[in-house]
């Protein structure tokens, strides 16, 4: 069975009840029309589904406003164990490899058609961890730019750093001419954003051999990373205060902070946290450890997958097609992008006429020509099944380490052995 292949490609050690698309009950046509409920927290998502239901008596999907990130995995984990979760469920690319250990995706690949040629290969690897199973269909990405205060910029006399090395001399030169201000902050609130940045300098944290794991968020790739925010903070020429708080939300509002490296949807958080500041942001291409490389990582993104209790009740094939219609059909990314918001994940709509120039961001037309660009240069991602505990481990060794300014190294070793130590206890072969 694919299911069972697709398990045994991510090391799922342990007796788990597998399910395939291929069995459990029946609908029976002259019941009336199949019923899907979808958990999601994309804003509006109601207005995309219209589209839908009005054009598929046979199939009515219903949203079920939900948490994102991590406070949806294990709400989601309990109700399909319980017999009450949801026939589709929205998560984001990190948590896939968690909901399939715990048996709360299903297997789709008998239904996805050529689905696949529409998105780069590098987003539909994370929906299907690198096997023939496929476990959601890719919604939206979130490459790493850089985003900064043009106006400030042009006033301090500073130049777009294209460069790591550019960018460590730009907060020196700013806070030599500037005491009170600084480019940025590092953050260590949200460990999504140092994964991207570690994707971005060659590294892949998780990866699978057989039936073993390796982990590598210890790799030189990430020391780099970590021993360059780390002297930075050390130095003082950045903040060391964490990311969505009153007091970072002042900070960019009022110039404290000139620059924040994010995903392509800082838009619609620059719109709440700094208000006053709309049209004087700009964005450019992340800074380069090689000059001219046009690598990135990304930063949250997320996928649509049916669940293993839709597939018992026989919903498989009819809410694959749903969710290969919300993310792929052009009427339905041109809703999802002016309703919710989202940065697609098929190929085509990232240069298509549903993209606007951001509100928040008139002074840059070329916006979302520029974000496609940048979006080709993504670096592959590789996520494992206790992401949730390495982005905690993180939050606490970085956060102290940061506060301390103290060395950054030694709190990824201590990132790398929390997780190693979690999957091992968890049943899980491990390398190394």
Request: with cysteine.
């Amino acid at each position: 069975m694919h299911r069972r292949a697709a398990l045994a490609a991510i090391a799922l050690l342990g007796s788990l009840a597998l399910t395939g698309c291929d069995g459990g009950d029946q609908p029976d046509p002259a019941a009336g029309p199949i019923e899907l409920t979808l958990w999601s927290w994309a804003p509006n998502m109601e207005n995309a589904l219209r589209l839908w239901n009005s054009g598929h008596p046979d199939v009515k999907v219903t949203v079920h406003k939900q948490a994102g990130g991590d406070d949806l995995i294990p709400k989601v984990i309990t109700a399909e164990r319980a017999g009450t979760g949801p026939d589709l469920v929205q998560a984001e690319y990190q948590m896939i490899p968690t909901l399939v250990s715990h048996d709360v995706l299903a297997d789709i690949a008998p239904f996805v058609g050529d689905a696949k040629g529409k998105f780069a290969e590098n987003v539909w690897s994370q929906a299907t961890l690198g096997s023939d199973a496929v476990y959601a269909i890719p919604q939206d990405i979130a490459p790493l730019a850089l985003f900064y205060r043009d106006d400030l910029f042009a006033h301090y006399g500073l130049r777009v750093p294209t460069t790591w090395a550019e960018f460590a001399d730009t907060a020196r030169d700013l806070k030599r001419k500037a005491p009170d201000r600084a480019l940025t902050t590092f953050s260590s609130n949200n460990g999504g954003l140092f994964a991207g940045l570690a994707q971005q300098a060659g590294s892949t944290w998780w990866t699978t051999s057989g039936d073993t794991w390796k982990v590598a968020i210890d790799d030189e790739a990430s020391r780099k990373v970590a021993g360059f925010w780390g002297d930075m903070v050390a130095e003082g020429v950045i903040d060391n205060q964490p990311m969505y708080t009153p007091a970072w939300n002042k900070a960019l509002d009022d110039g404290t902070q000139l620059a924040w490296v994010s995903g392509v949807w800082a838009p619609g958080t620059l719109t709440t946290a700094a208000p006053a500041t709309k049209g004087k942001w700009k964005m450019a291409p992340l800074p380069q450890w090689t000059a001219g490389a046009g690598k990135t990582g990304s930063w949250g993104g997320s996928a649509t997958g049916v669940t293993a209790g839709a597939a018992k009740k026989g919903r498989a094939e009819a809410a694959t097609k749903f969710v290969t219609w919300l993310n792929t059909d052009p009427t339905a990314i041109a809703a999802l992008v002016k309703e919710a918001g989202v940065y697609p994940a098929a190929t085509a709509a990232q240069t298509g006429g549903a993209l606007t120039t951001p509100e928040f961001f008139p002074n840059q037309p070329e916006y979302y020509r520029l974000a496609a660009a940048i979006a080709k240069g993504t670096a592959a991602a590789g996520w494992g099944p206790n992401v949730n505990v390495a982005y905690s481990a993180f939050k606490d060794t970085f956060g102290k380490a940061a506060q301390d300014k103290s060395s950054f190294l030694s709190a990824l070793k201590a990132v790398q052995e929390a997780s190693v130590g979690d999957m091992r206890k968890n049943g899980f072969k491990v390398e190394g």
